[in-house]
């Protein structure tokens, strides 16, 4: 049961993050997530449009539907932008999925996945990670990573792995691909801000 309300709050998140704001107004967005939750139980081939999307992208991790809460949040103007927040936890996450799939897929001998079977070594390194990033103000990470560790001891998901609470390809692909158009627009920045001031001094 708790799935298939995953399911549906995952596919209204992710559809109402992923339209155009249309100038709407906070209550006009509002009404507009109220529809597309509604419209997630739309049958298709038997399935609703919340299952079928779920049998695209399975369940999600816990910090996933915290990450899409924050990010409904802001677009209905809740919660003020915090870049360097996120930028933090693109690079936390990126980092995760880049340390877990490719040894999944046998691109190396270590298998970090069993370690989540028992993972109190985890626990204690990722509470120290979540101290330090309290210390450091990164509050939405701090609320990703505690969710993720409070509904693994809960046991809110069938899986009995912490990793699949902590990450999953679609969060891991969104910090990736969104720390690398970072990068891109730091490099473009910086070479401006360099080249510009190198034709700056060269007309004086």
Not at 77 to 83: D, E, K, N, S, V
Not at 110 to 125: A, E, W
Not at 153 to 175: M, T
Request: hydrophobic share 55%; aromatic share 14%.
């Amino acid at each position: 049961m708790i799935n298939l309300w995953q399911a549906h709050l995952s596919f209204t998140m992710i559809i109402f993050l992923l339209l155009p704001s249309f100038g709407l107004k906070r209550a006009a967005q509002i009404v507009l997530l109220i529809a597309l939750l509604a419209a997630s139980f739309i049958p298709l081939d038997g399935l609703s449009l919340a299952a079928y999307l779920r049998s695209h992208i399975d369940d999600l991790a816990m910090t996933t539907l915290v990450f899409l809460v924050w990010g409904c949040l802001r677009r209905l103007g809740f919660l003020p932008a915090a870049q360097q927040d996120k930028t933090r936890v693109l690079i936390i996450f990126a980092a995760l999925a880049l340390a877990l799939y490719p040894a999944t897929l046998g691109l190396s001998h270590l298998d970090p996945y069993r370690f989540g079977f028992s993972p109190r070594p985890m626990l204690i390194v990722f509470a120290l990670l979540t101290a330090g990033l309290f210390y450091l103000r990164s509050y939405l990470a701090v609320v990703m990573l505690a969710s993720a560790t409070l509904a693994f001891i809960a046991g809110v998901k069938p899986s009995h792995n912490y990793w699949d609470y902590l990450v999953d390809p679609l969060l891991g692909l969104y910090c990736c691909a969104a720390l690398l158009m970072l990068a891109a627009r730091w490099t473009y920045g910086w070479l401006n801000t360099r080249f510009g001031s190198v034709k700056d001094s060269g007309s004086i």
